[in-house]
């Protein structure tokens, strides 16, 4: 029994064998490309051109740039005092103020905050440190200034007191424009001032005789302080030349 189960076993191997020889194998599958690996190196850019050949930039012909002149210092216009009720607190009219020396003690003493406030100047500009009382240079400068041209003049706009010209600066004329300093002189102080007297005003009305160096010559002091600019006061009154 067992011998004819192997016959017939081996039989059907055979036969399947056979079968297989006849209809042939089944078909090879196609062949796949292989992925591109993904470490593969990145293409490189060429290197740039090299500039060595080529050729300089035109030179620029244009012509190279004035700087603009120096502004010119202005100047400000002669106007109406601001400090009228200031004086008027200490007792003083502006309009009818009288000569440095006949100012009372406690009003001289009381007036000179407002110069100070009017020219910009401080007390040791005109006085000396320890010694108020004693006389300089400029203290006769500013005692001139007060019974000169405050006191006896008047201005058409307005009252007229140190900060009218000043405004709050002791530089007031542009000295390097000797030009514009005689123009501005004659707009501003013949043209726009007058005498307390009716007198009208002229140029020889403080350059007596025409002499320019009022300071010097016609009030016989000079300008000594280092802290004044000697050249910006004296501008004040001094014109054409």
């Known amino acids: 029994m067992k011998t004819r189960s192997l016959s017939l076993a081996l039989l059907g191997s055979v036969a399947a064998a056979a079968l297989v020889a006849a209809c042939g194998g089944s078909s090879p599958a196609p062949e796949v490309p292989p ?11 060429p290197p740039p051109a090299s500039t060595a050949a080529l050729p300089p930039p035109p030179a620029s012909t244009a012509p190279p740039e004035t700087p603009p002149p120096p502004a010119k210092k202005a100047m400000p216009e002669v106007a109406a005092s601001k400090l009228a009720d200031d004086l008027k607190a200490i007792g003083l009219d502006i309009n009818k103020l009288p000569k440095m020396s006949a100012l009372k003690a406690d009003q001289r003493s009381k007036v000179m905050p407002i110069l ?7 007390c040791k500009d005109c006085h000396e440190d320890k010694n108020f009382k004693k006389d300089t240079p400029h203290k ?5 200034m007060w019974d000169e041209f405050v006191v006896p003049m008047k201005l058409a706009s307005g009252p007229l007191f140190c900060d009218s010209c000043h405004q709050g600066t002791n530089h007031q004329l542009d000295r390097k424009d000797k030009d514009g300093v005689g123009a501005y002189m004659d707009a501003q102080f013949v043209k726009k001032l ?5 007198k009208e005003v002229k140029c020889d009305t403080c350059h007596s005789d025409m002499e320019m160096k009022i300071f010097e010559k016609l009030w ?8 004044v600019d000697a ?6 009154v001094v014109g054409m030349r």
């Open 194 to 198: 007058s005498k307390k007297d009716g």
């Open 35 to 45: 992925a591109p690996s993904a470490t593969a190196p990145a293409p490189t850019a």
């Open 140 to 144: 006769a400068i500013a005692r001139k």
């Open 220 to 227: 016989k002091t000079k300008m000594t302080h280092a802290s």
């Open 116 to 122: 100070k406030k009017a020219t910009g100047m401080d």
């Open 231 to 236: 050249e910006a006061v004296r501008g004040f």
